[in-house]
C-alpha cells in the first residue's frame, strides 16, 4: 500500500490508540520493545508516546494498565525540590486529615491525601518510577 510517492503509507494513531499502548507498556512486567512489536510500532516512537502522555499531550486521562479500568485514579502534583536535600522517608498512610508529602528518589515531591488507599498509591508510584 503505497502513497503518492510509491512508499509504504505511515499510519495514523489517535490519542486514544496512543494512550491505549502506553498504558500496556505500565503494565507489570511488560516490555516497551515487546509492546512496539506486537502493534507494528517503533519502540522509540512509544517511548516518545510515554513521554508525551507523562507532559499530559496525549489528553488529560492518565493511563491506567489493563484490569486496573475500575480502580480510581488519585490526583497528584509532583514539583522540583531544593538542591542538596535527601529525600525524607514519611510515612505512606496517615490515619489523620490532612495532606501526605513524599520525597521521590528524583528530587520530586508527591502530595497526597491522608486517607489515600494504599494500594492504589503503591500502583502510582509504580507507573512514576517506570517513566523516570
Known sequence: NGGASGGPRRRHWTAAQKRRLVAETLEPGASVSLV??????????????????????????????????????IPIEVTASGEGRPPQRLPARDDRSGIIEIALPSGERLWVDAGVDEPALRRVLTAIRSLS
Open 36 to 73: 512496539a512489536r506486537r502493534h507494528d510500532v517503533n519502540a522509540n516512537l512509544l517511548f516518545t508516546w510515554r513521554r508525551q502522555a507523562r507532559r499530559g499531550v496525549l489528553g488529560d486521562e492518565l493511563p491506567v494498565a489493563a484490569g486496573d479500568e475500575s480502580l480510581p485514579l
